[in-house]
């Protein structure tokens, strides 16, 4: 679970606390003559009640979207892995300025950082895997 998520169910579950006791400081000092609207108080707790089960769906909404993301990563690597070894062609901008399709033998793949993705490896150039447009085998 997340930082956020924790620090919102928590800061949830506070301000439910702090309506509780306001609630039975009011219920203790209510004026007999006139009561507190049973309707109203019944409400409010029912608002509670739709704002506890909405933070437990983002709670696994969020828990999900994590172990998506896991699952995404996975994948990448395991594609990016497959093509160690095969010929890929790839647009590059070559001396002149101009774009031209390139094509090489991936050696190796590594995972960028900053940009979250994996790079192909190819002779002198690292390539995104989305930026492949073209994968051949080699031929033996």
């Not at 172990?67 to 160690?84: C, E, H, K, M, P």
């Not at 399709?101 to 590594?110: E, L, R």
Request: aromatic content about 6%.
């Amino acid at each position: 679970m997340t930082t956020t998520n924790v620090s919102s169910i928590a800061s949830a579950s506070h301000i439910q606390m702090d309506y509780m006791k306001l609630l039975i400081t009011q219920l203790q000092n209510q004026n007999p003559l006139e009561p507190m609207n049973n309707q109203e108080m019944s409400s409010q707790l029912a608002q509670f009640s739709q704002l506890s089960q909405l933070e437990s769906v983002n709670s696994k909404l969020d828990q999900a979207n994590e172990n998506f993301g896991n699952i995404l990563y996975d994948v990448q690597r395991t594609y990016a892995d497959s093509l160690i070894g095969k010929k890929v062609s790839y647009y590059k901008e070559n001396e002149d300025g101009e774009i031209a399709m390139t094509s090489g033998i991936v050696d190796k793949t590594a995972y960028d950082n900053v940009n979250k993705d994996y790079l192909l490896l190819v002779g002198q150039d690292a390539v995104e895997v989305n930026d492949i447009v073209l994968v051949e085998n080699q031929a033996l």
